[in-house]
C-alpha cells in the first residue's frame, strides 16, 4: 500500500487519540491530559495517560507508548495497513491505493489464509467423524473438555496421502495453493504430493486477531517426529508467533482471570500444545507457548506487548533448565526499566498439564504468584556451583557478573543488576562464613514438593481402583511395586486387592463398605471425593467406562517415570565420575530396561 509519511500525518491529525482510546478505556480529563487504567496491564491506580496535542498515549506502570495507529494495531491486533484502513474511515478520508504489486500479495495471502480455514473445517469434520474416535479417546484421557476442543478448534487428520487432498481440491483449491499453505507436501522427486497432516490430531494456530494460519498436528502412534507443525509460508513464521496467543490477548484485556480472581490474566509461557490447553480449562487464560523452538527475540517483544513481566514456565527436569538458560541469555540484551520476566519450575518429571491434572490450578497459582525474578535467576548463574566462602568464589562472581552485565544494552539496567549482584555477592561472604553452599542455574524449588505431587497421584489411581474394581485384576500388581509415600493408602491398596480377590465381580460400592469395616473408612472418603475427580476425571465412578482404563494407565505410567527417573539419576551421579566402561555399560543398559518398563520403548532417553 502506498502510505506516504504526509497521509499518516493528516491521518493523526484528524483522529483524536483519546477518541479511539476512549472507546476501551475510562478517561478522565486531568489539565491537557486524560488518565485511566492501562488496557495493557493489570493495575488498580491509573498510570496511563493520553495526550491529543502530542498526539500518543504512555503508561508509566509497564512503559506502552504509541500513536492513535499503534493503539489500533495493538489493542485489535490488526496489521498496519488494516488499522490505517479503518482509522481513515473514521476520518473521512480515503487511503491511497495499494500497487499492482501489493494488490497481488494481499490477494494471494486473502487466497491462503482461506485455503488454512478450509482445511480447519476439514480436520474438524473428521474428528467428530468414525475416524476420529481414537482422537477424542486421547482428549478425553487427557482430561480436555468438549466445550475446550471447540475453543481451541482441535480436530483430527486421517491416517491416509491424500483425504484433504481430494476433499480441498474438490472444493476448488489449487494443489499449488494448497502446498503453498502447508497443507499438502510437494516430493522433491517430482511425485505425487500429498497430505502433510496424517494420522495426528490437530491443533489449529492463528494470529493475533485469531485467524488461523498454519497448524501443529500429534501423533497417536508410533510415527516420528511425535509433533509436526506447518512449515514457513507467506502467513505463517513460527519464530514470530506463539500458541494461544489470540486468546491471551483477549485474556489481558478482559481482566480478572485465573483461579483466584484477582487481577487481569497472568501471561504464562509453557512449552507445548497440551500445556497451554490444559492451564486455559484450568482458568489460566494467559497460557502460550512457542511453536516448536526456543523462545526467540519476536517472541520475547510480543510478550511484552502483553504484560511486562510475562511468567516463564519450565518442565521440572534438565531439559528444562536448559531452556531457561536459552530463555535467560534472548532476555539480557533486551531489558530494560518496566520490562523484565520471571521464571517458574514444575516439580521433577511434571509439566503443566500433569501437574493441573494430579494437583490442581490452585497449586499451579501458587507457584505463580512465587515465581522467581531475573535478578535471582541472574544470582543462581553467576553463582555458579562454586563453593561461596572462598576467594576464588569472589573472583569468579565478580568475573561473570561483569560478563552479564554487559550483555545488556541500557546503562541504567546495567547500573541496576550490576549492584544487585555485587550486594548478593557481599552478603553471601558473610552470611555463609564456615558452611558450603552450592548453586544451579535457575534452579527452583517449587511451593508443592515432589512428595505431596506423587501422593496426589497415587491417590488419584487408588481412588480409581476402588470406584472401578475391574482395574484390579490387570493393574494391582504394578499397583503393589509401587512405594507409596503413605502406609495408610499402601494398606488401603493391599486390603483392596485382598477383597477383589475373594470375589472378583465384587462391585464398587461393595468393596467400599468392606474396605471401611477395615478401618479404611476416613481415607476411603478422603481420596473418593469430588477433589480428587477434578484433578483425574477417571477416578470418577460416572467417568465413561470405556474411557477409565486409558486413563488409568497413563496416570500410572507417569507414577512409574517419577520414581524411574529418580532410582536412574542417583545410579547415575553414583558413577558419574568413574572411568569405568562396565560401569557405563551397566547404567546404559539398566536405563534401556526402565525405558522398556514405563514406556515400551528401547530409548533410554526418555525416561
Known sequence: MTITPQFLDELRGRVPVSDVVGKRVKLAKKGREFTGLCPFHSEKTPSFTVNDDKAFYHCFGCGAHGDVIRFVTETEGLTFPEAVGKLAGMAGLTVPQATPQERRRAERAKSLQDACEAGLHFFRRRLDGPDGAAALAYLRRRGVKPETIDAFRLGWAPDGRSALKKALTGEGYSENMLIEAGLLIKPEDGGE?????????????????????AFGGRALGDAQPKYLNSPETPLFSKGQLLYGLDKARQAVRDGPDGPDGKGGADVIVTEGYTDVIALHQAGFGGAVAPLGTALTESQIEELWRLTPEPVLCFDGDEAGRRAAG??????????VPGKTARFVFLPEGE?????????????????????T?????????????QTIDSPEFAQNVRKNIEEVVGQMAERRTQTDYRRYLEDKLFWAGRTKKGGVEKKKLIEMKSDVGPEENISNRQKALLAALINHPQLIRGYGERLVEVDFLSADLAGLLTDAIDLHGRSEDMEAETLKEHLRRRGHDNLVESICSRKIYAVAPFADPAFDRASVEPGFADALRQLERSFARAELQQRLKRGLYRDDDAEYARLTEFASDIARQVTGTDEADTV
Open 193 to 213: 504430493s500429498y497430505d502433510r497432516f496424517r494420522g495426528r490430531v490437530i491443533f489449529p494456530i492463528a494470529d493475533r486477531r485469531g485467524r488461523v494460519i
Open 351 to 371: 509439566d503443566p498439564d500433569s501437574f493441573v491434572s494430579l494437583s490442581g490450578p490452585e497449586a499451579f497459582g501458587r507457584l505463580v504468584e512465587r515465581a
Open 326 to 335: 536459552r530463555a535467560l541469555d534472548r532476555l539480557l540484551p533486551r531489558l
Open 373 to 385: 525474578s531475573v535478578s535471582e535467576a541472574l544470582w543462581r548463574r553467576v553463582a555458579g556451583t
